[in-house]
């Protein structure tokens, strides 16, 4: 079946850097175009950002671009976002998702404090 796992996050000071993946099975992960989601306690999930299958194009909320980058490795069926200059209203679970679906993993948590 479809699964998609986080991986990642962590504890992070402001200014600081982490790196989330996402390991996809289960689907053609080539041929789809995935995003990054995340949802802060008490919010929305918000889009972060998203890629199309062949790794061009990526696109970027306006409140992390600049900030993060998104990537894909389809060899290796792995989605990543590299996140730099951290926020602390950065913090928040991050999911990935196949793209216009509902299907996402269950998330890693970024918390940015000092």
């Known amino acids: 079946q479809v699964q998609l796992v986080e991986s990642g996050g962590g504890l992070a000071q402001p200014g600081g850097s982490l790196r989330l993946s996402c390991a996809a099975s289960g689907f053609t992960f080539s041929v789809v175009t995935m995003t990054w989601v995340r949802q802060a306690p008490g919010k929305e999930l918000e889009w972060v950002s998203s890629?199309?299958?062949?790794?061009?194009?990526?696109t970027y909320a306006n409140s992390v671009k600049g900030r993060f980058a998104i990537s894909r490795d389809n060899a290796k069926n792995l989605l990543y976002l590299d996140m730099n200059t951290l926020k602390p209203e950065d913090t928040a679970r991050y999911y990935c998702q196949i793209s216009h679906s509902d299907t996402r993993g269950r998330g890693t948590q970024v918390t940015v404090s000092s």
């Open positions: 890629i199309d299958s062949s790794g061009a194009a990526p």
